[in-house]
């Protein structure tokens, strides 16, 4: 079964500066989906950024990007010029490209913003 | 703007009490899906559904059931609530095939006593 791991529970940054979250997977497919949502205090899940595993290239969403290191299963999320509307949880999220797969979530980072 | 709407945003039951959690979407979506969330554990599936009177167990569906009448509603039972069973719930649609993730509803925070 694959599983997604965020080994970083809280992370806090200071605004304007620039965060890092990472998330790691483990699978044996070679296609297949990587996701980033964001969840406010709200607690309304938002995408906030998708990448395909055939596709090299690291997708970027304005201030959000990816590093995706494929061999080493590899999938952080790097925040630049950090706004207060970043405070969140964030999560990673797998889906390997067959049929009908459901997502499957790591257990979440905690950011918080330091004005 | 696309909505999955779940009907209740706060909710408290007693222990013992037949708990119903509704969701529908406007999106005519294939996909929905249940969803629990507690700290440290992230987002575990209980049911996921593809089609209309179809449901499909998650990961830990013990103690629920969902029914699926119709194509934009999926609900979520809890035949006989009790204290562990205390979370979020978030419920989420997709098309088939999900290449662009779920969309999600603002999540019901249920509390058993």
């Known amino acids: 079964a694959q599983t997604v791991t965020q080994s970083q529970p809280e992370m806090s940054v200071q605004e304007a500066e620039t965060v890092t979250l990472s998330c790691t997977y483990d699978?044996?497919?070679?296609?297949?989906?990587l996701f980033w949502y964001k969840q406010p205090p709200s607690r309304q899940m938002i995408l906030v950024i998708r990448q395909e595993a055939y596709k090299q290239q690291n997708a970027t969403e304005n201030r959000f990007s990816v590093n995706f290191q494929k061999a080493a299963k590899s999938f952080s999320l790097k925040i630049s010029d950090s706004q207060l509307g970043d405070a969140a949880m964030y999560f990673c999220a797998y889906r390997r490209n067959f049929g009908n797969e459901k997502l499957t979530f790591g257990t979440g980072t905690r950011l918080t913003i330091i004005p | 703007d696309v909505k999955v709407t779940q009907s209740s945003r706060y909710l408290v039951k007693r222990t013992g009490e037949k708990v119903f959690l509704e969701c529908v979407q406007d999106m005519d979506h294939e996909n929905m899906f249940w969803y629990r969330q507690d700290p440290g554990l992230g987002l575990r599936l209980i049911y996921f559904s593809y089609d209309v009177k179809m449901k499909e167990k998650g990961d830990i569906p013990e103690g629920y059931s969902v029914s699926r009448e119709k194509k934009e509603r999926f609900s979520l039972i809890l035949e006989s609530a009790s204290t562990n069973q205390t979370s979020m719930y978030l419920c989420a649609s997709s098309p088939w095939g999900q290449s662009y993730g779920y969309t999600f509803g603002s999540g019901t925070r249920l509390t058993v006593v």
């Open positions: 699978t044996s497919e070679s296609d297949y989906y």
